[in-house]
């Protein structure tokens, strides 16, 4: 019994890798010639059929956008947390630096159009509060992790209000989105796929391709916007939002 769960994992180990390779061969061939539409249709499906070779379903609750503008808000939790995110709704990403320098992942990311900031950086701050801007006003869909950084899936981190200011800024709707990852057989909180501290990503992954089987639940809120609000209070109200939708 033990040896046939070993030689599953060892198989869901190549198959994702295969399905990484596969992803780095589209971005490199086809995506050249496909419309923007056409590359976000792309990306959706290559991240569903990434949850799929890594034993992970989806459950959606709740109503992703149609269309933009918009910015997500979601609480962070994994490395998984990108392409859940994806398989649920094609959105731009808004991410540190150091993600585009990630062997394979980064070219990816890159590909899917991802959003890089150095978060060190003040006078970079203010170009992707510029960018971000830009990106609505073309009526985009844009996601964002305001902790950032990944907790451990049980409490969430303080969000950065500076991540809202593109959308104050242009009159955006924001939607709040809580993430979860559960134990498909018991329903139970699943920690796998967590990446916090000292872990390696590396490690991260192996530990989520030897979980039992792990459910995604991607719960969306009711889009809002600022409404006059004071930038850090509205920060703290969606921060509360995506705290409650992550446990429903």
């Known amino acids: 019994m033990r040896e046939a769960v070993q030689h ?26 496909l419309s923007p539409d056409q590359q976000h249709a792309r ?9 799929a070779r890594a034993g992970v379903s989806l459950r959606i609750l709740g109503t992703p956008p149609v269309n933009g ?24 990403f808004v991410s ?19 959003l890089y900031i150095e978060r060190n950086s003040r006078r970079d ?7 971000m801007h830009e990106a609505l006003e073309r009526g985009e869909v844009l996601a964002v992790f305001p902790e950032g950084t990944t907790g451990d899936g049980r409490a969430m981190l303080p969000f950065h209000a500076n991540l809202l200011q593109a959308a104050v800024t242009a009159d955006a709707f924001v939607q709040p989105v809580g993430l979860h990852f559960a134990d498909r057989a018991t329903g139970m ?12 990503l590396v490690g991260s992954i192996w530990r989520t391709l030897r979980a039992p089987a792990i ?28 705290d409650r939708l992550r446990q429903t």
């Open 8 to 33: 599953e994992q060892f198989w869901r180990l190549l198959r994702v890798l295969g399905h990484i390779l596969k992803g780095l061969a589209i971005v490199a061939v086809r995506f050249p010639a």
């Open 69 to 92: 503008p918009v910015m997500l808000v979601a609480n962070h939790i994994s490395w998984l947390d990108i392409p859940v995110m994806h398989a649920a709704r094609h959105c731009r």
């Open 125 to 131: 701050a203010l170009r992707m509060v510029r960018s």
């Open 215 to 242: 459910e995604a639940v991607v719960h969306y809120g009711v889009p809002e916007q600022a409404q006059g609000r004071d930038r850090r209070a509205w920060t703290q109200h969606l921060h509360d939002t995506v």
């Open 96 to 114: 540190k630096s150091d993600v585009q320098a990630w062997p394979l992942v980064g070219t990816l990311a890159t590909a899917a159009g991802t």
């Open 43 to 51: 990306v959706q499906a290559w991240s569903m059929q990434l949850l």
């Open 189 to 200: 909180t699943s920690f796998a796929p967590s990446y916090i501290g000292d872990e390696t």
